[in-house]
């Protein structure tokens, strides 16, 4: 993926504020053994890319006055308090043989057939919707698919049972709650519940 920006030479709050009334957004590149580099953004491209998760978990290559300047990492988006703007878009250089830690989206798959649902009628809840991981630049996944199929009415799934994908590494804690199936009224629980009032009687 790419992203185009032209070099900027004037800094501060008040050249900012210009930028932004002209439809283009400060930012500023940082990391690696160069110097931090100021650059600006046209705000419509960058209110569209940064609104997908692809661009938050996905090496971009930075084009700067037509010319690539390197991989770099999506690390922080300040938006306006309440408009539909883009204030400032922090990116991070990326060297291709250093590990890199990012947060990438998780994407829960077959909810609807796992046993939880179907034989306990249970709710299904996502605390988390992404977890931390560390990778070399050439392994970073754009998501992370957690697969529900087998989960039971009444468990937890933490970080740690997610399958990671090869070359990548959890950061954060492991006993994280990632999925839980809440039984309610009605459901499987409460059958069984009944059964054994009646064997008690």
């Known amino acids: 993926m790419k992203f185009n ?36 953004l046209d705000h419509n491209e960058t209110y569209h890319a940064v609104r997908k998760d692809e661009y938050h978990s996905s090496i971009l290559d930075l084009i700067v006055d037509g010319k690539s300047v390197g991989n770099v990492l999506l690390r922080a988006v300040q938006w306006h308090p309440y408009k539909q703007q883009v204030l400032h878009v922090d990116f991070q250089r990326v060297e291709k043989g250093e590990r890199i830690t990012t947060k990438v989206p998780l994407h829960f798959i077959n909810a609807d057939i796992s046993p939880a649902v179907k034989l306990s009628a249970a709710v299904i809840t996502h605390p988390i919707t992404e977890l931390e991981i560390s990778c070399l630049p050439g392994d970073l996944p754009q998501g992370i698919e957690v697969d529900l199929s087998n989960l039971q009415g009444g468990a937890i799934l933490h970080a740690g049972d997610v399958k990671l994908p090869e070359g990548v590494t959890l950061v954060q804690a492991a006993d994280i709650v990632v999925a839980n199936a809440q039984v309610r009224g009605g459901g499987a629980a409460a059958s069984e519940q009944g059964e054994g009032e009646e064997a008690g009687e």
């Open 5 to 40: 920006a032209t070099t900027r030479s004037v800094k501060g709050t008040s050249a900012s504020r210009r930028l932004r009334r002209a439809g283009r957004v400060p930012a500023i590149v940082y990391g690696g053994n160069a110097e931090p580099l100021n650059i600006e």
